[in-house]
């Protein structure tokens, strides 16, 4: 969410190298809402804010930012506190955030005004969802309408980890083809065409970074919002979260590589279970025609930074699909061990290379956070 307003305000993607200048513009962003982005940016789960109401709150002025531990971020955020409260007919700090945001949003091309608006609305559809119960984390919206080539590096030979099967224990994951056999005749036994292929978890701190195949079963079905609830639970079946997926669509046999972060930084889970919720009618629709948007992958190398290991490669258009209404590519990371199973995933989101070109990237994992792992692969997916 730290990136998405970042994005709002700015015009610019997280990626583009005037990013970093206009965030730090006091003209552009004031220093309270800049404390905000960069707390949800951390580059530590547990330094971010954990649910959509924290967020909302702590950039409104209604809770303060906790104290870093050189006090840096509580200090700036009572300094932009006083400074926006500053104003005539004792506007709040919400009120002024809403009217340099709208300024900024009128200053901004229509193209990317359009784009801004509709981010904010899923944001509001968020809030709404959590406030009736529902725990849906933003990273984990995005559009199920593409797919990639995958390339693969090695790293060490003692890999190891956390796996699962496709029930969510923590057991060896079963072959890529008896799980798709085994998922195959669930869904037509259910009706439902949405199944788990391969997946994988790896939990440290009380969160879990995961990597799931999303498969779409039907011949013919499209389906859209499809969801996924991943559930973590403790050595004596407690559980200790639960966390779902919705996506915008997936078409008919279609395989998508979901990856992400759950949990809640409390207990880690002794198992993880993803499971589809059925579709319901009206999402789903009979399309055999309707092409995927497909990407390529290259370059690919990881390296050492200070405390980081930073895997790095480039992205391009390999055939485009039906429809372009994405304006962003989805970069999911999988990390498996020596016996070839799921042991992390991560992602991060890069501009839609235009048609012969290539577009960069880089997702930066704390090394000691890592599981022992042997090789990665990148997946693309347009949003």
Known sequence: MGRLLGYALTGCYPTD?????????????????????????????????????????????????????DGTDSRMARDAAADTRQTTGGSTAEDGFVKRLRSKMRAMPSTTRVACICAMLVCAALVIALLAGASMGVYRHFAASGASN???????????????????????????NDVAQSEKSRSAATGNPLAIGESGWHANGGYVH???????????????????????????????????????????????????????GGENPASVTFR??????????????????????????????????????????????????????????????????????????????SDGRRQSFTIMEPTADLPAYSTFEVHAQLE
């Open 17 to 69: 190298s005037e990013y970093e200048r206009l965030l730090d513009d006091d003209t552009v962003v004031d220093a309270h809402t800049r404390s905000v982005i960069a707390r949800a940016c951390a580059l530590e789960p547990s330094a971010r804010q954990q649910t959509v109401g924290q967020f909302v709150d702590e950039l409104s002025g209604k809770t303060p930012i906790p104290e870093s531990e």
């Open 150 to 176: 995958a390339a693969e590096t090695a790293r060490n030979d003692d890999a190891s980890g956390t796996s699962q099967n496709k029930e969510g224990t923590s057991e060896p994951s079963q072959s890529r």
């Open 210 to 264: 995961y990597a799931y195949e999303l498969r779409n079963t039907s011949a013919s079905t499209v389906v859209a919002f499809p969801q996924v609830t991943a559930v973590g639970k403790d050595g004596n079946g407690n559980i200790l979260f639960s966390e779902d997926y919705v996506g915008m669509r997936i078409l008919p046999e279609q395989t998508v590589w979901v990856t992400g972060q759950a949990g809640n």
């Open 276 to 353: 589809t919720a059925d579709p319901s009618a009206d999402n789903m629709t009979e399309n055999k025609n309707e092409k995927a948007w497909r990407f390529t992958t290259s370059a690919l190398h990881a390296n050492q930074g200070d405390g980081t290991t930073n895997f790095s490669g480039e992205i391009g258009v390999g055939s485009r699909g039906d429809g372009s209404d994405g304006s962003q590519v989805r970069v999911s990371l999988v990390l498996r061990g020596k016996d070839g199973s799921i042991v992390y995933g991560d992602l991060t989101y890069v501009p839609l290379p």
